[in-house]
């Protein structure tokens, strides 16, 4: 078999001091959704972070379609094709939608609103409300407008580090609905998630994470029906 | 009771004094904004950058009257200013790229930012001082007045004159056309958008491929632009002194800390709040108040809350107030 599309290998590391990452391996495939999963401290959102080079790997590589981006730095991974959405801050506030969504298409030289309008048609609400200031929309349509920055690259890969936080369980389940949608056009997803439950429902591949390392890889339906994974993770 | 002549008394002596200021301190907040904005520190050089900027268009301005180059009514410092822009650009980036890029590189907290930008403040100063001096230098010429009082004294019959002055009205227009280029250049453009986005979201606006170095000298260019615009103005409807320049930093600031830092629409309002409050406050009322009254209640004392030399203890005790009551001012700046 091909080596996955995104593959972060072996990666250890951590922000300077003791490593928080030991040995971890995450990977997804081209169309396929991954998701990372794990309890509070477990590195989830460090072992993103390392995939899309926002700390210092002190061994592992990360290998994009092929080729070995680990020196590469985080701007320079978004010109490759990866697109990351943080956690928190991850829009401008006082900027409208558009504005939002054409700072994300910033460094296309190219007519971005075919791209766009990709967007609005994605998130309906975002077009309704596109002149207004990012800050003053609801939790959920923020992450929407946050979503729909980062696929103003069009990028290869997204990357989504806890989406759903926050969002009422409607609006999870909504955001999980378009999640899919994008990784149906041919994006990977990597995404961390604390609702492990429902990200795996829709996860073709899980990670669970322990303390900086690998506990179970599975698929996500997989992970679901093991009794282990369900006593230690899901809560039964 | 003579409201007309009250009026034409306060319009002379209070609002349009205060108009013609209060842009001048709009210019001024709208630098020392936009860099606490982007660059998030307090620049307490900027009051300097006024001085070095108006120096070198007085420098220019000297010589082009010199060689019998003038601008007909318009003072002639209107032709040097972009001589001026240019020179004050050059130095700030170059002061960037010498100071304040190392402090940058190192993730130096805002407080150390303020006190290097005091060591700033004080190499422009001595730089100013070194080649014009420490004295008031005059340069305006052109049109004296737009009315003059006796003119508009002649064409109403009032007895109260109403004089507006050559140099308030280019203030006042010179200003508005700046803040509308600036406001332009903020809310369409590429570069005006990557700058909001850098000063909204510092590391997203990194993650979208943002360049902090051009956003940067983009800022300092603009800074420049505004505070030499600024200078200019001040000077032509006063006078050119390096010492005033520095104390104008704390109205300034009180304008943009009024308005809420880091908010551009607040700098403009907030420069008019100062300049209205102090031209008011040092005011002597008895003039205004005497063609309102009736005539055995007119007042015996000048009216006056305040003499003129106290006039910066107005923005001082009003910055007191907000930084008390509104520590994020009138339009919701943020605080770093």
Not at chain 1, 79 to 105: D, R, Y
Not at chain 1, 159 to 188: C, H, K, N, Q, Y
Request: glycine fraction near 12%; hydrophobic fraction near 50%.
């Amino acid at each position: 078999m091909a080596d996955p599309f995104l593959i972060g290998s072996a990666m250890t590391g951590g922000y300077g001091g003791a490593d928080i990452l030991h040995g971890c391996t995450i990977a997804v495939e081209k169309g396929e959704i991954a998701v990372i999963v794990g309890p509070n401290g477990a590195g989830k959102s460090t072992a993103m972070k390392a995939v899309f080079g926002m700390l210092k790997l002190r061994e592992g590589h990360v290998t994009l379609d092929g080729e070995d981006i680990t020196r590469l730095s985080p701007q320079a991974r978004v010109a490759k094709g990866m697109g990351f959405v943080p956690q928190t801050h991850n829009i401008f506030p006082s900027m409208t939608v558009e504005e939002n969504l054409e700072m994300g298409a910033f460094i296309r030289d190219d007519d971005f609103s075919g791209t766009m309008g990709q967007i609005y048609d994605l998130f309906p609400i975002l077009k309704d409300k596109r002149h207004q200031p990012a800050g003053e929309l609801s939790g959920g349509q923020r992450q929407q407008v946050a979503v729909g920055r980062a696929l103003m690259t069009r990028p290869k890969v997204l990357m989504l580090d806890e989406p759903t936080a926050g969002v009422s369980p409607i609006v999870m389940d909504e955001l999980f609905d378009r999640i899919i949608e994008i990784a149906r056009t041919g994006i990977s997803i990597l995404m961390v998630e604390q609702n492990a439950r429902q990200a795996l429902e829709i996860a073709d591949k899980g990670y669970v994470l322990v303390q900086g390392a690998n506990r179970f890889t599975d698929t996500g339906q997989a992970l679901l029906a093991d009794p282990e994974v369900r006593r230690s993770f899901l809560g039964g | 009771m003579d409201i007309l002549n009250a009026l034409a008394a306060f319009l002379n002596f209070v609002f349009i004094p205060g108009l013609a200021y209060g842009a001048q301190l709009a210019l001024g907040a709208l630098g020392v904004t936009l860099i606490y904005g982007i660059l998030r520190f307090s620049n307490f050089a900027h009051g300097d950058t006024m001085a070095f900027g108006t120096m070198v268009t007085i420098f220019v301005t000297w010589f082009f009257q010199s060689i019998g180059l003038t601008a007909g009514v318009l003072p002639t410092a209107l032709l040097a200013l972009p001589f001026g822009i240019a020179a004050t650009a050059l130095l700030v980036l170059a002061t960037d790229k010498v100071v304040y890029q190392f402090y940058r590189r190192q993730k130096a907290t805002p407080t150390i930012l303020v006190i290097v930008s005091m060591g700033v403040m004080f190499v422009m100063n001595g730089i100013v001082r070194l080649f014009i001096g420490v004295d008031d230098q005059n340069f305006a010429d052109g049109g004296r007045f737009l009315i003059s009082a006796g003119d508009f004294k002649a064409a109403t019959g009032l007895a109260e004159g109403l004089a507006i002055k050559g140099s308030q009205a280019v203030t006042v227009i010179t200003a508005g056309l700046t803040v509308a280029v600036l406001f332009w250049f903020l809310q369409k453009t590429r570069t005006g958008k990557s700058m909001r986005a850098f000063a909204d979201n510092e590391d997203l606006a990194l993650l979208s491929g943002i360049n902090p170095d051009r956003v940067v000298q983009v800022t300092w260019v603009i800074a420049a632009a505004l505070a030499t615009i600024a200078g200019v103005l001040y000077g032509l409807d006063k006078s050119f002194r390096p010492f005033t320049y520095f104390q104008l930093l704390l109205p300034i600031f009180a304008a943009a800390i009024v308005g809420g830092l880091g908010n551009p629409l607040g700098a403009i309002a907030g420069g008019f709040i100062i300049a209205f409050s102090e031209v008011m406050v040092t005011y002597a009322w008895k003039k205004v108040v005497t063609y309102v009254l009736p005539a055995d209640m007119a007042p015996d004392g000048l009216l006056q809350l305040m003499g003129t030399d106290y006039k910066y203890a107005v923005s001082f005790g009003i910055l007191i107030l907000v930084l008390l009551f509104m520590p994020t001012g009138i339009f919701k700046g943020k605080a770093y």
